[in-house]
């Protein structure tokens, strides 16, 4: 995939990243419905498929979750300056895109992260505090749900696509109900999709 970004593209992109961190309750993963939009309907930076891999390989991967971000970011500056074969440049540009999407998310969020903790502390005994704290819950597992909907892929025909949805399922109530690691179960969907199986 080659795309063509001006200056104005990388400072849309980067302000697109900094208001996301502002909204990434519940940590980065819970903005993927907005980034999916964003990157892959709307401008058309990155393909369906570019998207859910930066997903699967950074969550599969050890380290923070944010690192799909980074991935999407390297995808952006990689697809931009015309793939892999095109040498040098497009690393260059695939740097800049991790650059850009990363502080973009990162900085925001560590800063209103630090002031609210500290500031919530001190007034940990207030019942807007405690309001507050209880009032996330329902909307950092709203989004989730949302970004697990969109990773489940083609919800065209979902008929079709009925194991997929069963292991979903499956997986969200040994998730739910039991300790098994997550690593454990991503690695027995690479199986069965490797297999053919969903």
């Given at each position: 995939m080659?795309?063509?970004l ?10 697109h ?6 909204l990434?309750?519940g ?27 930066s ?5 599969g ?12 970011g ?20 695939a ?14 969020s560590a800063?209103?992260?630090?002031v ?9 005994e207030m ?7 209880s ?15 969109l990773l ?6 979902p008929?079709?696509?009925?194991p997929?949805?069963?292991l ?7 998730v ?16 069965l999709?490797?297999f053919?199986?969903v």
């Amino acid at each position: 995939m080659s795309i063509t970004l001006t200056l104005a593209d990388w400072g849309s992109l980067f302000l697109h990243f900094i208001s996301l961190s502002l909204l990434a309750v519940g940590g980065a993963i819970t903005t993927a419905p907005d980034i999916h939009r964003y990157l892959v309907d709307d401008m058309h930076w990155l393909s369906d498929t570019q998207f859910t891999s930066s997903i699967a390989l950074a969550q599969g991967a050890p380290g923070p979750n944010v690192m799909f971000i980074a991935l999407m970011g390297w995808n952006v500056g990689l697809n931009a300056g015309g793939g892999l074969a095109a040498g040098w440049p497009a690393v260059s540009l695939a740097l800049w895109g991790v650059l850009i999407t990363m502080v973009g998310i990162m900085i925001p969020s560590a800063t209103l992260t630090f002031v609210a903790t500290q500031w919530a502390h001190r007034n940990r005994e207030m019942l807007a505090v405690k309001a507050f704290k209880s009032g996330m819950a329902p909307i950092v597992i709203a989004l989730l749900i949302a970004t697990g909907w969109l990773l489940t892929g083609n919800h065209e025909n979902p008929v079709r696509d009925w194991p997929l949805w069963a292991l979903t399922a499956a997986t969200t109530l040994l998730v739910w109900k039991t300790k098994t690691h997550l690593l454990w179960l991503l690695a027995a969907g690479a199986l069965l999709g490797g297999f053919g199986l969903v």
